[in-house]
């Protein structure tokens, strides 16, 4: 194709309003929904991932840690259309089968981009180790397979997610069916 040829092709296209919708396209994938995140687990996270590929440990901070259970920061912008994986794990010979998770999408301590929460749905879990690889690298893999409230949570995560991301929070904790699982959220 000459460059004559290429110089009409674009001016076509740009006269009939085909680059309009990728300029509000990317407009739309570039809100921040996050600078960080704060999350409460009982007992940990192993690892996080965000649009399919772990988070570093240099951007995971432990903020504390009681008897087992902890509460950490990631630094990780997260924008609209994101994906984040959370792998958490408890031992339920521990807190008498107590469990936790919740995390807050913070822009700064008390503002909120997202939380855990189980009434829009963009929240879902995978069980199976044979499928966590796909559900950790493909957005939509097991979006519907919705993660659940817990049944017997840890009585103080609550309280450290309101000290760590801000007292404000009111979201909720959730989980999946076994002791080791995989929790995604759709940004939005």
Not at 9 to 23: D, I, W
Not at 45 to 51: D, F, G, R, S
């Amino acid at each position: 194709m000459s460059a004559l040829s290429c110089m009409a092709a674009l001016t076509l296209l740009t006269l009939s309003g085909s680059s309009l919708p990728h300029a509000q396209v990317k407009e739309k994938t570039d809100v921040l929904r996050a600078n960080y995140l704060v999350t409460v687990a009982d007992d940990f996270v192993v690892e996080v991932y965000h649009n399919g590929k772990s988070v570093p440990e240099s951007r995971r901070v432990m903020l504390n840690d009681r008897f087992g259970a902890t509460t950490e920061r990631v630094d990780e912008a997260v924008h609209k259309g994101d994906w984040l994986v959370f792998h958490v794990v408890n031992n339920r010979l521990r807190w008498g089968g107590a469990s936790y998770f919740a995390v807050a999408g913070c822009f700064t301590k008390d503002e909120f981009g997202f939380s855990s929460t189980l009434d829009n749905g963009d929240w879902s879990v995978c069980d199976s180790p044979r499928d966590a690889d796909r559900f950790i690298t493909d957005k939509n893999f097991l979006k519907h397979h919705p993660a659940h409230a817990i049944s017997q949570p840890w009585s103080d995560g609550d309280t450290y997610m309101r000290a760590y991301a801000g007292a404000s929070w009111h979201g909720t904790p959730l989980w999946g069916n076994a002791r080791s699982t995989w929790i995604k959220v759709l940004v939005e």
